[in-house]
């Protein structure tokens, strides 16, 4: 069965850290991969996806990942880390053939200290 | 304003009664879904519904069922049956027809059972 892990369950960074939150995940087939962020109070919301090309993708508010497929991982980095950046970031895979069976990470609650 | 609306925000409920969380959507999606959010558990889908009069169990449908009859509307009932209530509850969209599927989130509704 799919599964995605998030490494990280809380971090806590000082403004202007860089931050990188590590996501693996568990397939062998074409996957599509995203990053979601749900910052306080506010929905849940899509910062970057994989679907083909280039590994490196860039988001909004300066995030980008990396997938790299032989190590299954899709990890969030960003340089410089702002207090508007706390969220709780989720990982998630699809299979792409559809995206009905898309699967969730734990999530990682990020707190910027200012 | 294309979105999803899901009301109410909170809702409170006695053990043993039925409850039916709204989801409308007018982003013109087929596919639509509900997730259950719990603290360290990131997302787990309980139902997903890919066409009007059509849906599917999810990973955590037992205590829950939803109705699709318009393509705009995706309620879920929580029954009596499902032992734990208590949790956020998440509607999404998305496209079925066009890689890689990201979802779209409505604001969500806590749910406490007591």
């Known amino acids: 069965a799919q599964s995605v892990s998030q490494h990280n369950h809380h971090v806590i960074l000082s403004e202007a850290a860089s931050l990188e939150l590590g996501c693996n995940y568990s397939?062998?087939?074409?996957?599509?991969l995203f990053w979601y962020v749900q910052y306080p109070g506010q929905h849940l919301q899509l910062l970057l996806k994989?679907?083909?090309?280039?590994?490196l993708v860039k988001g909004i508010k300066g995030f980008e990942a990396e997938f790299i497929k032989s190590k299954f991982s899709f990890n969030l980095r960003k340089p410089s880390v702002q207090w508007s950046d706390t969220a709780e970031y989720f990982c998630?895979?699809?299979?792409?053939?559809?995206?009905?069976?898309?699967?969730f990470g734990a999530g990682t609650r990020l707190f910027v200290k200012a | 304003d294309g979105g999803i609306t899901q009301s109410p925000k909170y809702l409170f409920r006695k053990e043993g009664q039925n409850v039916t969380l709204s989801c409308e959507q007018n982003?013109?999606?087929?596919?639509m879904y509900w997730y259950r959010q719990d603290p360290g558990q990131g997302l787990r889908l309980i139902y997903y519904?890919?066409?009007?009069?059509?849906?599917q169990k999810g990973d955590i449908a037992e205590g829950y069922s939803v109705s699709r009859e318009k393509k705009e509307s995706f309620p879920l009932t929580v029954t009596s049956a499902q032992k734990n209530p208590t949790a956020f509850y998440l509607c999404?969209?998305?496209?079925?027809?066009?890689?890689?599927?990201?979802?779209?989130f409505g604001p969500g509704t806590r749910l406490t059972v007591t």
């Open positions: 999404a969209s998305s496209t079925w027809t066009q890689p890689p599927y990201e979802q779209y």
């Open positions: 397939y062998g087939g074409t996957v599509n």
């Open positions: 994989y679907f083909s090309g280039d590994p």
């Open positions: 998630a895979v699809n299979a792409g053939t559809g995206g009905f069976k898309t699967i």
């Open positions: 982003l013109n999606h087929d596919a």
């Open positions: 519904s890919q066409i009007v009069n059509d849906f």
